[in-house]
């Protein structure tokens, strides 16, 4: 299979970012997955239209923070237009974790930082509506998924269809149109990479520095793998040239 897929960076920590692109590219079932660092680079609207299919990585950003610096200003306002090019159905898109907020804003809905979730992996559940797509509904009716953000969506936006809740945080995943997914989760990680990417926010406040050994050893027991499921899907979906 020849695919056409973006990893969009923007994180910060370039140990983190390096990882996580590894985890994309072995989640996403693929050999080569390009990226882009919406923190050192701008947006090119000509070079996004080299590719099918677009995955957005994590960030400690939050899109409800007081205070933004013009470099978290500026990838808010990338990540716009790339949103706004799936829901066009130009390009396929699955955004994650910082980035669902974005979406959210975006089309007029409510971040708010009621719904927190430490990081750990977590049950989330199908809706109707996510049992019948093409991407969430093989892994119906429950999934495992990592967790971990301070922020999220206060309800679906308009617009949008629900595609994974819980009790914990109700927006867990939502899908606009046909090609824009988004999940409040990590899809990509597996429980090593998780642990070691827990490493580089210890004192971030995504759990308490004191317990880092227990919710580390937590994190690595944990048997999660229909995130990356996901993330396969949609490479086999929408990124098949």
């Known amino acids: 299979m020849v695919v056409s897929l973006l990893y969009v960076c923007v994180r910060p920590e370039l140990g983190a970012a390096d990882a996580e692109h590894a985890s994309f590219r072995r989640a996403l079932g693929v050999d080569v997955v390009d990226r882009l660092d919406l923190l050192t680079e701008r947006l090119d609207p000509a070079h996004l239209a080299r590719y099918t299919g677009v995955v957005v990585g994590g960030s400690p950003f939050n899109v409800s923070d007081a205070h933004k610096s013009p470099v978290q200003l500026r990838v808010e306002a990338d990540l716009e237009q790339i949103a706004r090019r799936a829901i066009a159905s130009e390009i396929a898109a699955f955004f994650t974790c910082f980035s669902i907020g974005v979406v959210t804003r975006m089309l007029g809905g409510e971040v708010t930082s ?68 988004t999940a409040q989760f990590h899809p990509e990680p597996t429980p090593r990479d998780f642990a070691d990417r827990m490493t580089f926010y210890r004192t971030t406040g995504y759990f308490d520095p004191d317990e880092f050994d227990l919710v580390q050893g937590q994190v690595l027991s944990a048997s999660v793998t229909e995130g990356a499921a996901l993330l396969r899907r949609f490479a086999q979906t929408f990124a098949a040239a």
Request: net charge negative; glycine share 6%; charged share 15%.
């Open 114 to 181: 009621d719904t927190p979730e430490s990081a750990s992996a977590t049950v989330i559940e199908t809706t109707e509506a996510g049992a019948a797509d093409p991407v969430f509904g093989p892994s119906s009716p429950a999934l495992t998924v990592f967790t971990a953000h301070k922020e999220s969506a206060a309800a679906v936006p308009e617009g949008a269809v629900l595609l994974a809740t819980n009790d914990t945080c109700p927006v867990q995943a939502y899908r606009v149109g046909t090609h824009l997914y």
